[in-house]
């Protein structure tokens, strides 16, 4: 069942241990822990966008070493104080203006997928299971597009049979003298399902939006100037630092070409904030 969960791993090139920053951290008496405790900063600012801060009510605190050594407990406060000097030497973290420290390599470190799409990696991977004699009984259900999840084919059946029904009582209603049904018209198609991204909003209800791909392909060409995915990372990440001012379901798109709408305007894409961009009509955001 399709859950809207989200599952986070660290990912590794093959030239990550043999680059030249991780081959001069490994050379220091302490270089081992170095790149670990990298490793785990990644996998502690998975849900912040590589941001090493936590946000209490609208408080952003940013981390500190004594945090940071609380968090990653096998690891010395000067173990720390001297990688995060090294870490900003090398590039890998920068100072963000409020002084939170930022990871600038975290998108590359980290993957994710949400449970649909782990879901359809079983389906592809998994062969179907036949009846023995591998014939297929007379009551099997007609082929089903590759790209339809179960959940989803399972409803459309359900809403197919209840339709049917309808059909059946309505038919049984009419009068006979009723006029013959147009044999020449067309069945309209059936809506074709969204695709799902790897942007979700977070709502505030709890729940997400998960953007579509098709909108973002569409948002890509009603706004040339803005990078629109790190601009969907930026609005995520606005949402999670101000979690009491998350919108609705049903005010979540406008939200989202009120943003794009301004960066566009600006010819450039935003840097996260922890202040959205004032609009002149925000007070119709829901």
């Not at 100072?95 to 600038?104: I, N, S, Y």
């Not at 359809?120 to 998994?126: A, G, L, S, T």
């Not at 297929?136 to 209840?162: A, F, G, M, W, Y």
Request: hydrophobic share 30%; proline share 8%.
């Amino acid at each position: 069942m399709v859950t809207g969960k989200r599952y986070y791993w660290i990912k590794l090139r093959e030239s990550f241990m043999t680059s030249d920053t991780v081959d001069f951290l490994m050379s220091q008496k302490d270089g081992a822990n170095y790149v670990v405790l990298y490793q785990m900063l990644c996998l502690k600012t998975i849900n912040t966008g590589g941001r090493l801060s936590r946000t209490i009510g609208e408080i952003v605190i940013p981390y500190d070493v004594e945090k940071i050594q609380r968090d990653c407990k096998w690891f010395s406060a000067d173990t720390i104080r001297v990688a995060l000097n090294l870490y900003k030497r090398f590039g890998l973290i920068y100072e963000d203006m409020d002084g939170t420290l930022v990871l600038v390599e975290h998108e590359s470190m980290v993957g994710s997928e949400t449970n649909w799409a782990a879901q359809k990696r079983v389906q592809r991977n998994v062969p179907p299971v036949l009846p023995e004699g591998g014939q297929c009984p007379p009551d099997c259900p007609p082929d089903v597009p590759e790209n339809v999840h179960p959940d989803i084919r399972d409803k459309d059946t359900r809403d197919q049979s209840l339709d049917n029904r309808d059909q059946r009582s309505e038919t049984e209603k009419e009068d006979v003298s009723a006029e013959p049904p147009d044999s020449g018209r067309s069945t309209p198609a059936a809506e074709p399902q969204p695709t799902p991204s790897e942007f979700d909003i977070p709502l505030n209800d709890g729940s997400f939006y998960n953007v579509p791909m098709e909108n973002i392909a569409v948002y890509k060409r009603l706004y040339p100037a803005v990078d629109v995915e790190q601009a969907l990372r930026n609005m995520i990440g606005w949402c999670m630092g101000n979690p009491t001012r998350r919108k609705t379901r049903r005010g979540v798109k406008r939200f989202i070409t009120g943003w794009l709408s301004g960066d566009q305007d600006e010819g450039k894409t935003r840097r996260p904030s922890n202040q959205p961009k004032q609009y002149a009509d925000e007070d119709d955001f829901y």
